[in-house]
């Protein structure tokens, strides 16, 4: 199937994006107003322009949105906060379904903040993040099971964000994680895609998307050390894809492992958010193929796109043509 085919696809495409969904907020500073405050004498950063996007599991769906996908909602929780109003809102800009979020006062929306300097254009200060430390109440994690439960395989697509690192982690509890292991095991032919930071070991069934540094710590955890092949069967998981970087991805399925190499850049302008581009691109292509070297090669070519642009770039049916002119003989 050719790159117009799979693009062809993607309007009849409905894509369901599961777990953390952040917002990230830019915030650009300007050092010339950054005196010490009168009362304190800590000295200030001076907003004078904000941008706000959806971040990690938002950023998928944003992806997925730009992509063309007909049909793209979220499952997660928000809190009952300006920032979750902001959220909503940014959701819908990109025509994302936030009907599926929950929204809460039990909760403060996981939130990051990225202060750039007006003069530079770059991020140069700490960042400020809104995150929650504590286990998900019980009442939310309910709902997140009820929802999943409900609307889940209504879609083509399941893409799951367990973005969350702190110990507790996000909204993608031990419960919610059981259910979509159960779900993928009852339905081997729906695509339900995992990208999780620092839990890739306790999932089961799914596909796997974890980057080489994420896929060596969940081995270890898992088996004590690194070896993909015995890590997805060990795992029963459908395929697993590691990303590389500018190498490529690793696809690991019954045949072994195989690296699919990206295009060629030569100055990326922001590699953040390429793992999330990656896959939204490749897990729309493997519904819509049903091969893993098409989704590879499909979500490395949306990867390489996106990482020409700042913040957490988007790619284009219109773009990603360009692209593959660019690659082909």
Known sequence: MTVDHILDAFPRTSALVVGDICLDRWCTYDPATSEPSRETGIPRLGVVATEVTPGAGGTVASNLAALGIGRVAVIGAAGDDGFGYELKRALQQRG???????????????????????????????RVDFIYTQPLPVAVENEMLKRIRASALAYDVILVSDQAETSQGGVITRRVRDLLSEMAGAHPEKVIWVDSRVRSHLFRNVILKPNEQEAAAACMAALGHTDYVTFRRHLGARLMFVTQGSRGVMVIDDQGEQLFPTRAVAKPVDICGAGDSF?????????????????ARFGNLVASITIMKKGTGTASPAEVAQALACVEP
Do not use: C, M, R
Not at 96 to 112: E, K, Q, V
Not at 279 to 295: I, N, P, R, Y
């Open 96 to 126: 994302i379904s936030p009907d599926l979020l929950i929204t809460t006062p039990d909760l403060p929306t996981f939130t990051y903040t990225k202060l750039l300097n007006a003069q530079t254009g770059e991020e140069d200060q700490p």
């Open 279 to 295: 896959s939204a691109g490749a897990a729309v292509a493997l519904a819509a193929t049903g091969s893993a070297a098409e989704a």
